[in-house]
């Protein structure tokens, strides 16, 4: 049975940095590309990045890019999102998912406020 | 980037209709487009992919379909468990982008 699990949460302040996880089980991890995909309250989906199953190529929207790095650890089957600088507007909760979008974590929620 | 316009934005309907709902995309995308069913507290499940495809688990009174740059979700009879909001996904280019969604209520 596929299970995304993540992981990291939390209230942070503007300006600060946080790293979400996200363990894999279930599946051959390598074999796919990862993405996550975020909703903020009383918002729709949207996109926040996707990783090649290397890790060697990375996609983001320009509301997050040059702020949150998407990464992997084949060996440990476990996906990350660092996000850095979190404005307000970063609140949501932050989904794990294996791309492309066949399956999906619980989410985990992030709040960015001082 | 490609926009998805999701119409309509809420609807509502019986139990035993017929419901359509929309997803105009504003570029070619061909079939890479998919349908989500979300319910608060949920994480969102994949109802449809590359267009027409029904995915794991998904009952036989949904289905997808394509008219050009127009995509749509049918469900054949309503139930009540159907009630969610409903987004649209394309993957054919980054950035991905969603839909708006469009609210399906029972009346």
């Known amino acids: 049975e596929v299970q995304l699990v993540e992981s990291g949460g939390g209230l942070v302040q503007p300006g600060r940095s946080l790293k979400l996880s996200c363990a894999a089980s279930g599946f051959t991890f390598s074999n796919y590309y990862m993405a996550w995909v975020r909703q903020a309250p009383k918002k729709g989906l949207e996109w926040v990045a996707t990783?090649?199953?290397?890790?060697?190529?990375?996609y983001y929207p320009d509301s997050v890019k040059g702020r949150f790095t998407i990464s992997r650890d084949n060996a440990k089957s476990t996906l990350y999102l660092q996000m850095n600088s979190l404005r307000s507007e970063d609140t949501a909760t932050y989904y794990c998912?294996?791309?492309?979008?066949?399956?999906w974590g619980q989410g985990v929620m992030v709040t960015v406020s001082s | 980037d490609i926009q998805l316009t999701q119409s309509p934005s809420s609807m509502s309907a019986s139990l035993g209709d017929r419901v359509s709902l929309t997803c105009q995309s504003s570029q070619g995308i061909g079939n890479y487009l998919s349908w989500y069913q979300h319910k608060p507290g949920k994480p969102p499940k994949p109802m449809i992919y590359?267009?027409?495809n029904l995915a794991d688990g998904v009952p036989s009174r949904f289905s997808g379909s394509r008219s050009g740059s127009d995509y749509s979700l049918t469900i054949s009879s309503l139930e009540s468990e159907d009630t969610a909001i409903y987004y649209c996904?394309?993957?054919?280019?980054?950035?991905?982008?969603f839909g708006a969604g469009t609210k399906l209520e029972l009346k």
């Open positions: 990783i090649s199953t290397s890790g060697s190529r990375t």
């Open positions: 996904l394309q993957y054919d280019e980054y950035p991905y982008t």
């Open positions: 998912t294996r791309d492309p979008f066949d399956y």
């Open positions: 590359y267009a027409t």
